[in-house]
């Protein structure tokens, strides 16, 4: 799913908050994916996605990624958007507090996949402003944009803290990915006990704990003692940002620990 480092525009850096901290687990109107291809797909957005091409060239090789490309540089990567418009849903933090009727995982944002003539890939990820969407973030790989889309008739969510997939499905959540696995074991868990294993993660590290306001960053690994574990992937940011507006943080600490594996 991943052929490159991960390289992330500079909206999610600068604090840009995501939608749908408390929002409902079930999609909503079939018009919000809509108007969101149709942003993704603007003069605008292709031209940014184009830049972020020649911003990821620049990285593979080693240069200092420089701000301003020029239009024409961008253009010539071709950018399109490949596949359907997916909603992606993030761990619910009133879940992980244990509040009565809280979701699993609420919308975080938008996503569609991209790619350049160069044989690239992006994922685009939206956001509501006013009556419609925006672009808010242009990200390496196509993880946002793919897994989403295996549904099945359930909700897919992710994770972030430990970048994690998950299908929740007839009172089950079930692993899409590796890490997942390493979690909740190849065959799942119910939603109790996937609860209870939230809560050992990030209880003590909520908004308002003193984890928190100490500004820490954690280091736990996603193995439970599940069998068949996969690899340990390493020390993974704790739920820092589990708090107002939900996965909008949870998505920024994915970010940190993206770039802490290489990208920037």
Known sequence: MRTTARLAAGSLIAGTV???GTAALAAGPSSDEAAAAKAAA???ARQRLGAFFVHLDQHQRGQLVTQAVPKA???AKAPRLEGSVQRVYSLNPAFVKGDGGAPVATFAYMAVGAASASGQHATVWLTRSGAGWQVMNVISGTEEAVYPARAQGGTVFTEPQIHAWYRLKDGRVTALNDTAASSVG???VTVAAYRRLVR???ADKLPGTAYQRSGKLGGFSPATGVSDPAPDRGP???LLALGAGGAVTAAGVALVR????GSY
């Open 200 to 202: 050992s993660r990030y």
């Open 258 to 261: 993206r770039r802490r594996q």
């Open 236 to 238: 993974a940011p704790a």
């Open 186 to 188: 190849r065959t799942g």
């Open 18 to 20: 995501l939608m749908g």
């Open 73 to 75: 540089a961008a253009q």
């Open 42 to 44: 603007s003069p605008a």
